[in-house]
């Protein structure tokens, strides 16, 4: 339904088990499906890094140690990459936050 009307999702998640205490496994599997983007930043779920682990063909161990600045992204049509995160303070205008706060 969602690709049906040109809408473009992007998923980001710690844990698959925060979904599923929300919508139930069969509701999560059917958002992550219809995601174009997936970005998995880390954590320590188990389950949730054993699926990252088999989408990006790594073992679990290796998304559960994974680096703090790296992050996982799904994209639909590509391979599964790990990237660097982005750093907000980077940005030019970080320093104009403290001004609307």
């Known amino acids: 339904m969602i690709r049906s009307r040109e809408i473009s999702v992007s998923l980001i998640i710690h844990s698959l088990s925060q979904l599923e205490s929300l919508y139930g496994h ?3 599997m059917t958002i992550i499906n219809n995601a174009d983007n ?3 930043l880390g954590g320590q779920d ?3 890094a054993r699926y990252i682990g088999i989408k990006a063909n790594e073992p679990t161990y290796s998304i ?3 680096s703090l600045p790296k992050a996982w ?3 639909r049509g590509r391979m ?3 990237v660097e995160k982005y750093d907000l303070k980077e940005h030019d205008k970080y320093k104009e936050l403290d001004k609307i706060a």
């Open 26 to 28: 069969a509701k999560v």
């Open 38 to 40: 997936l970005l998995y």
């Open 46 to 48: 188990v389950e949730t």
């Open 64 to 66: 559960l140690n994974m």
């Open 73 to 75: 992204l799904f994209t």
């Open 80 to 82: 599964p990459r790990e």
